[in-house]
T-cell receptor, first 114, second 111 residues
Framework: EPEVTQTPSHQVTQMGQEVILRCVPI?????FYWYRQILGQKVEFLVS????????KSEIFDDQFSVERPDGSNFTLKIRSTKLEDSAMYFC????????????FGSGTRLTVV | DAKTTQPPSMDCAEGRAANLPCNHS???????VYWYRQIHSQGPQYIIH???NNETNEMASLIITEDRKSSTLILPHATLRDTAVYYC????????????FGKGTRLHILP
């Protein structure tokens, strides 16, 4: 079964540093998403992306965050100046017509800001 | 702002059927019921979805009541690997209606 691949699996960064989380969505999917999950809390929507632009973003997705599809295969989430409260699991997802536009999620990147 | 209500936790004996309920009394006519699960901080995994007819796939069965106000996910022969948080989600089956996760039901499979 096709997978969404995320790298790295775990990243530790110092507060104030920039991080880029990388995702390779399923190849024939056209819609891409980032979610995050703070330890012990719900999975929260951050942003959706389609046709090379943001379709929707949540209140969490402020000016510190940006997304990009730099080439035909990668989808990235950048956090410009990390804060302690950015520590979380970040999940990338993609969807197509299959499963009623259901999402396929990656295994996540655990971001730890120290 | 989840549109569904699920019990916070449930237990099920290994080998038995696990029946996970979900209430969605305000579901609209064009909204589907989706089920996902999350195994210990892994990414959420799609299980099944349906509109009004019962659905079955290799993972589970979905039973939707005739008035569509509630549904039940059935794992026919639960194993220890089915221990996870199960999310019932109501949404339109298109790209514009994003998936919103609630707190789900934490299912414990007991050996």
């Amino acid at each position: 079964e096709p997978e969404v691949t995320q790298t790295p699996s775990h990243q530790v960064t110092q507060m104030g540093q920039e991080v880029i989380l990388r995702c390779v969505p399923i190849s024939n999917h056209l819609y891409f998403y980032w979610y995050r999950q703070i330890l012990g809390q719900k999975v929260e929507f951050l942003v959706s992306f389609y046709n090379n632009e943001i379709s929707e973003k949540s209140e969490i997705f402020d000016d510190q965050f940006s997304v990009e599809r730099p080439d035909g295969s990668n989808f990235t989430l950048k956090i410009r100046s990390t804060k302690l409260e950015d520590s979380a699991m970040y999940f990338c997802a993609s969807s197509g017509v299959g499963h009623g536009y259901g999402y396929t999620f990656g295994s996540g990147t655990r971001l730890t800001v120290v | 702002d989840a549109k569904t209500t699920q019990p916070p936790s449930m237990d099920c004996a290994e080998g038995r059927a696990a029946n996970l309920p979900c209430n969605h009394s305000t579901i609209s006519g064009n909204e589907y019921v989706y089920w996902y699960r999350q195994i210990h901080s892994q990414g959420p995994q799609y299980i099944i979805h349906g509109l009004k007819n019962n659905e079955t796939n290799e993972m589970a069965s979905l039973i939707i009541t005739e008035d569509r106000k509630s549904s039940t996910l059935i794992l026919p022969h639960a194993t220890l690997r089915d221990t996870a948080v199960y999310y019932c989600i109501v949404r339109v089956a298109n790209r514009d209606d994003k998936i919103i996760f609630g707190k789900g039901t934490r299912l414990h499979i007991l050996p």
